[in-house]
Every structure is written in C-alpha cells, then in structure tokens.
C-alpha cells in the first residue's frame, strides 16, 4: 500500500475531482476495491452517464441504489475481499425527485411540483443539476448508510469550480429574499396561480414578457410558489453538505494526466480546494510516459544497426524505426516528467505518479493493480 | 475526402469526450479553411479560451478577434450573450439596461433553466445567418463544443424548448435554432475521439445521441492521437527479447514495444469504432511534440488534409479489388 492509500485509511469519504478524460472513474474504483480488499464495507459512487464504472466493476446495470460486486466476480479475477465492494451510478433526476419528496409538506404539493415544467428541466437538464444532486446523494449516504469508506467520482464538469458552486447557484435560483419578499402576499393569500402583474412593477413584468413570453414567467411564479416554505429546508441542506465536505473524515483525491492543460486545471481546483479549507488527500498524476533512456545522447540507426548486427540480425529499416521511436518515446516522457514536477512542486497531500500501462485498466484484477499501486 | 468536404457546411460542431483534443480539431479545421480563403469564426462557449492561444493569438473574449488572416475567434459567455440578445429583442439599448440590470429581473432570468444555454447557442446561430453587404458575415462558423454530456444538453435546448415552452417569443427563436441545426446542408457536426476504450464507447452513445435526440446531420469521426502501426507482427514478437538486453538496444526496443502494443490496442478501438459508426472516419496520427501550438495545429491540418487522398486511395484500391480478382 502507498501513500495515498496511508492518507485514505482514517477517512470515510474520499472525492475524485479533475478534469474529463484523465481516469478519474478509473482511480475511483481502485481506491474503493484496494479498501474492500483490505477489509471494509465500501461503496464506489459515479456519476458518469457513459456507465464507465459499470464497465470496469462488469456491472450490468447500475442504478440509484447501491449494488453489491458480488464475491464469484473478485473470485474470477484471483482476488479475495475481506470486506464489501458496492457500486451505485447517481440518476440526477431521481434524485431530485426523492429531494422534493423529502421536503414537500403534503403528497398535493409534491405532485405540483414534479408536473411543473421548469422543474422538469431543472431536474433533468440544468447544467450544475448534476453536480448538485451528487453532493446532496453524497449526504444522503454518508449520514444514513454505515459504509466504512465511499468514494464519490464527481462528474466531468466544463468548469472544476461547478462542483462546489451548484449547489448554492441552484439554491439561488429556488428562493432569494428577492423572489421571497415578491411572493409572499400571494403565497399567503393561498394563490395557486400568481398574477405576473405582483411580480414588480408592470413596466418591468410586461418587458419581461416580450422577452421570454408571459407564460413561461407564469410558470416560473408557479415553480417559486410551490417551493415556499421548501426552500430553508433545502438550504440547510446545501449548508450541511458543504461543511460534511470540510471535516477530516473527508479526502479529495485530485487527479490529472501529464498534459498541461489538465495540469493547469487541478492546480486551479487545489488552490480552490484550500481557499475553502477542504481536506486534500492527494495528487495523482495518471498515464505518465515513463522515461525509458537514462542521460546521454540517444542512439541513432546506426548504433542500433550495430547493435543488432551484434545480435546477428542487422536490418537498416527496422534500425531506424527503432531509433525514430525512442526518440519521440522520450521526447514524450521528457514533456510528462516536466508537468508532473509541476504539479507535484505546487500541490500539497501525498504524491503518486502511475506510469501509462501497457494495457487499458477495465477488469478487476487490474483495478487491484492500480490499488497496489496507490 | 472527409476531412475537406466538411468544410463546404456553414456551420461545423466539434464535440466528443473531455480531453480528446476538441479544440486542437476545431482550430485545425478552422486553419484549413482560412487558407482556402473562407472567412471562418471559431466560437468557444464560456471556456477557458483554448483556440486563441493554440493559434499563438491573444484570447478574443466576448468581442470577435482576428487571430490569423481569415480566422477569426470568439468566447461566448451567458452574460454577455443575454445582453446582446436582449438588445436584439428589445431593440434598444436603454430599455435592456432599465429593465435587464435591474436586480429582480436578473434573478428571474437566471431562473429561466436553460435560457443561458438557448442565448449562447443563438449567438453562435446568429452569427451562422448575418449577413453583411448582401452576403454571409461568415463563410463558415466552427463550434467548439463543451464535451459530450454538456454538448448533448445544450445542443437539445431548441428542440426541448419547442416541446416545452407555449406559442411567444422564446419558442420563436427555438424554433429557428432547431430548423437551423437539423438542415443538413447547413450544420455538420463531428465527433472526435481516442483511439482507447472509453472514449470510443462515448463516441459511439454520442453518435446515438446525435441521430436520435439531436437529428443533427454528422459529419465525420477524428480519431485523434493515432499512433502509427510501425512494426510488423514479426518484428514486435523479437523486440520482447530485445528488450530485456542492455543499452543501446534494451531500451529502444521496450520504447518500441510500448509503441508496438498501443498501436495494436489503437487499431482494435479503431475497428471497434469503425464498426459501431457509419461515419467516415479522419486519422490523425500521434505526435510528439513539446508544445502546443500553431506548428502542432498545422500538423494536425495537415494530416486532416491528407486523409482525404489516402481514404480516396483506400477506396479506389476496394473498388478494384475484384476485378483483380476475377483477373
């Protein structure tokens, strides 16, 4: 076991963030079978609509609920857990659903809600919904489960920053003292259907309209009155989650390939990370070309040549393809080996570099590798 | 010739997973094009700029820049999208800055799910239609769209939008978004991708994605980083004995048999992704380079260009296959 597994041990929580593309499921469920292999009831939670961790963990179907890896499956790829492995994929608009549920005072209002239009598309198609839903699913499990460890695989968001942002942005938009002070006379006055015209001023409202049409701010002043009286629960909610985020139990595990971009965007999502006092547990640089040729010169075809003449087997082409590969092999590793430092110098929490591996890690029995390696 | 036809659209969408390379294609292609005397706007939405600085010019921002002769760039943000689109809608000036910088407005805007994504995409849409001294502002508009989730839901608002918002002046520009992205002979859009496994499996949802939820026409599929299948079967199987010797030879020959083995595993995605898509597909070969920049771009265009001759090429040789046969 590494150092990052070391850092991990006393956590319950562990967040992979990074940007798309870098492995960041992939991460996610090593770190979760390494600790079910160690001992320990684990859930790998992803939000990941191409079912990515369905893939590796060969789960057929992933749903809202949590599944459990069953042992014949650790059995065939020669691993034996100690403890438990269970996988769930995060429906976003199930979970909104359960949300609403949760808070609404009466089956009348629930159902008011889940007809709305805007909240439709809030639930299912709002950029940042996803986001939100992940760290409220996040709560959910991590105050009513009794899982040892869950890892949570945030989704590849446009903006790193959407993660921590959704869910206040989104609450925002439920309810401001604005919207609130705007609708109270009619929520009070038990309206349904609230006049555009009590919104603010009429000048204002009729703009408005020619801008948006009249009846999507009718829908809109429907949604904000259903959610009255709603909105502090959902609040304190957010609040809840957001300081579950900041306790030591928790770890985020930043992950990011060797390119510079990538490099750039988990330097910015650290610097963030610490602004907000949130605990790192470490930096995982993924797919580093490993340097292959020590110091000196590299050799040219005809080295090589000579080489493979020694060998009795001299072919000029094969000699120069040889030594064309090597070149550009570690003109690659030079360019990785120049960004890691980079993100090593400027990050905190442990350090672990994984070489590019020969093969791609889809089964189990590789995703115990990498633990190893982690 | 994939690569160049799809340059004869007005308006070509460059999407696919995070990290495969979206901008590098999009301002390749837009290169491309610039070259062949086509006025081309790149549009970035609410990104950390990436063509500009790829092309060696400064970040456009919200205000269109030229960063190379005919090339022009762009990053579209939702605020300031909603401004111009305001404007546009209300006509003037002073009445957007009464009503829209007023704070109660603001928030019920920012309420309005979507509506950020529908005044992006209008820009970007509206640039497509301008016209200016009686022809196109532009010859061709290149989206570099966010990756595959993000693309899908912003790309669905119109369509979305028609299905769910009443007769007004919202569903009127849906409207005209959505007939302008479903004309085939207008839109194209590309995916692009890795030849690994989970960018391929998303290329491949995408592709569903797009021809079902979309309706959008395709263009082509780049498979980008593609290494090059330098040894043959005979060679690969001595370099593992190679390999275990010493320098100069021992290390060449595990650079080459790492080279050797992602090559293979790139040609199996390859066909995997080849099989699953009836899309022509663009080679882009892996490139070793220290940085990104407009040399690395015009590689890229380069190798797009040249894809075309070497598919004519392949299909040429398939269509005289059986007469050889026969022969």
Redesign the interface.
Known sequence: MGELADRLRGKRIAVCVG????GKTTLAAAIGLGRALAGGKVLVCTID??R?LA?ALGLETLGNVEAHVPEHRLAEAGLRARGQLFAMMLDAKRTWDDLVARHAPDRARRERIYRN??Y???SS???GSQEYMAMEKLYELATERDYDLIVLDT??T??ALDFLDAPDRIL??LG?D??RT?LAPAVSAGRVGLRLFQ??GT??AR???????????QD?ADF?ASFQGMYDGFKERAAAVRSLLAEPQVGFVLTS?A????VDEVLFFHERLLAEGMPIAGVVANRVTPQ???TGPL?DAA??EA??AA?G?PDGS?AA???R????????A??DAREVARLFEESSGAHVALP?L???V?DLASLARLAEAL | MPGLALLDHRLLIVTGKGGVGKSTIAAALALLAARRGRRVLVCELNAQERVAPLLGAPLAGFETRQALPNLFTVNVTPRDAMREYGIMTLRFKSIYDAVFENRVVRYFLRAIPSLSELVMLGKVLYEVRVQEHGRPRWDLVILDAPATGHAVQLLRVPGALMDTVPPGPLRRDAEWMHALLVDPGTTSLSIVTLPEEMPVNEAIELDAAVRGLLGIARGALFVNAMPEARFSAEETSRLSDLAAGGAPLGPAALAARLQAIRAEQAGRYLARARAALDLPTVLVPLLAREQWDLGAVEAVAAAIAGSGEAGGERAEVEALSPRLERL
């Open positions: 940007p798309g593309g870098v609509p191409a990515r893939n239009r805007l439709q598309q809030l198609a709002l950029a989704p590849p446009a903006h925002d938009l401001n604005t919207a705007l919104l603010g000048y204002v703009t408005m309209a020619r801008f948006t049409g009249a009846e999507v701010l809109l904000m390939s390119s510079p971009r990538s292959l040729w020590g050799p080295d090589l080489a493979l060998h087997a094969f393809r040889l030594a590969t090597l070149s550009e092999h570690e003109q690659l030079r360019v590019r020969e093969t791609d889809h």
